[in-house]
């Protein structure tokens, strides 16, 4: 795997790396060790499956406060997603600043997420499917968002045809 950390400290596009012959290729999605020696959790406690009907379809900005703060591993299996994440760790050099990646399922890159960041997505391709993996458990009394339109924040979204986006996803409050 190919570690590149990302303008904002702490956040990583993982590439995977194919070994290929005739019959295909053999790659490692995952790897502790790896993990641990580029100094990141390597604790994964669940893994999530999101499938999505449609382009355009967008979800967030999600994230969990103390003491289930999440770390996340993200890669699209099918279809086309762009990620956005955004630093919300008071302190950190990068604090309220977000960026956006492109995973698709040809591209076989991740994006790391370190604990402290709000994380959402907007398929780009119907039929999308996307698997994450957490370091803590899911608790509803501990989750937050921000709402995927704060102003300010201005995130870069893609254009779409149409946006679906739960009630939830609508009603969460802007960025205090």
């Given at each position: 795997?190919?570690?590149?950390?990302?303008?904002?400290?702490?956040?990583?596009?993982?590439?995977?790396?194919?070994?290929?012959?005739?019959?295909?290729?053999?790659?490692?999605?995952?790897?502790?060790?790896?993990?641990?020696?580029?100094?990141?959790?390597?604790?994964?406690?669940?893994?999530?499956?999101?499938?999505?009907?449609?382009?355009?379809?967008?979800?967030?900005?999600?994230?969990?406060?103390?003491?289930?703060?999440?770390?996340?591993?993200?890669?699209?299996?099918?279809?086309?997603?762009?990620?956005?994440?955004?630093?919300?760790?008071?302190?950190?050099?990068?604090?309220?600043?977000w960026i956006g990646?492109?995973?698709?399922?040809?591209?076989?890159?991740m994006l790391y997420?370190?604990?402290?960041?709000?994380?959402?997505f907007q398929t780009?391709?119907?039929?999308?499917?996307?698997?994450?993996?957490?370091?803590?458990?899911?608790?509803?009394?501990?989750?937050?968002?921000?709402?995927?339109?704060?102003?300010?924040?201005?995130?870069?979204?893609?254009?779409?045809?149409?946006?679906?986006?739960?009630?939830?996803?609508?009603?969460?409050?802007?960025?205090?």
């Open positions: 795997m190919i570690f590149e950390e990302t303008r904002l400290k702490g956040a990583f596009v993982i590439t995977i790396e194919k070994i290929e012959d005739k019959r295909g290729f053999f790659a490692r999605s995952w790897c502790k060790k790896e993990f641990e020696f580029h100094g990141l959790v390597s604790t994964i406690v669940q893994s999530n499956l999101s499938f999505n009907k449609k382009a355009g379809t967008l979800r967030g900005m999600h994230y969990q406060v103390a003491p289930f703060e999440e770390t996340k591993l993200f890669r699209c299996t099918k279809g086309v997603i762009y990620e956005v994440i955004i630093d919300l760790r008071v302190g950190s050099p990068t604090y309220k600043q990646v492109e995973l698709t399922e040809h591209n076989y890159k997420v370190p604990e402290g960041f709000a994380h959402g780009l391709k119907d039929n999308t499917e996307v698997i994450y993996h957490v370091s803590q458990f899911y608790s509803q009394e501990h989750e937050r968002g921000i709402r995927w339109d704060d102003p300010f924040f201005n995130i870069e979204w893609p254009e779409a045809e149409e946006r679906i986006i739960s009630e939830k996803d609508r009603s969460w409050p802007n960025y205090k």
